[in-house]
């Protein structure tokens, strides 16, 4: 992979969180106007979005490595705890996804419903925050 090339994928990472949260969002929305085929294609749009994010995400810091932040002060106690909330969350967003995602289509809305009251917020905070934190590290406050 080229340098430009690998450059780009922190916007794309970007980019492909800020479209999940908003899937995300749309797909609630539907669901709570009972609109379930729209709910179902933006739900499983979100989990394709942020599967793609995760092998962009894992390819860059694969040929780049971390990136140290350039904030300090209060700036860089608020991204580091931004961030590691973050990185926990994602963690745990990743089987919450996959059962969540696995109940809805098998049609045991029961229990999809139980443990999607968790997952979305869960899911929406660190596709939020991921985009917060790309802003943070290349944008507002990048390393000299």
């Given at each position: 992979m080229s340098p430009l090339s690998v450059s780009a994928l922190p916007t794309l990472n970007a980019a492909l969180n800020?479209?999940?949260?908003?899937?995300l969002t749309?797909?609630?929305?539907?669901?709570?106007?009972?609109?379930?085929a729209a709910h179902r294609a933006c739900m499983i749009s979100?989990?394709?979005?942020?599967?793609?994010?995760?092998?962009?995400?894992?390819?860059?810091?694969y040929h780049v490595g971390s990136r140290p932040f350039g904030g300090q002060g209060a700036i860089r106690t608020l991204?580091?705890?931004i961030l590691i909330s973050h990185t926990i969350l994602a963690v745990a967003i990743i089987p919450l996804a996959l059962i969540t995602l696995y109940r809805?289509?098998?049609?045991?809305?029961?229990?999809?419903?139980?443990?999607?009251r968790w997952t979305l917020p869960v899911w929406l905070y660190v596709s939020v925050?991921?985009?917060?934190?790309?802003?943070?590290?290349y944008q507002l406050y990048p390393s000299s």
């Open positions: 800020g479209t999940c949260a908003l899937l749309v797909g609630y929305l539907f669901i709570r106007r009972r609109k379930v979100a989990f394709v979005t942020s599967t793609l994010f995760l092998i962009s995400y894992l390819t860059y810091h991204y580091f705890t809805g289509l098998k049609g045991r809305f029961d229990r999809h419903v139980a443990i999607a925050t991921g985009v917060i934190v790309y802003l943070m590290l």
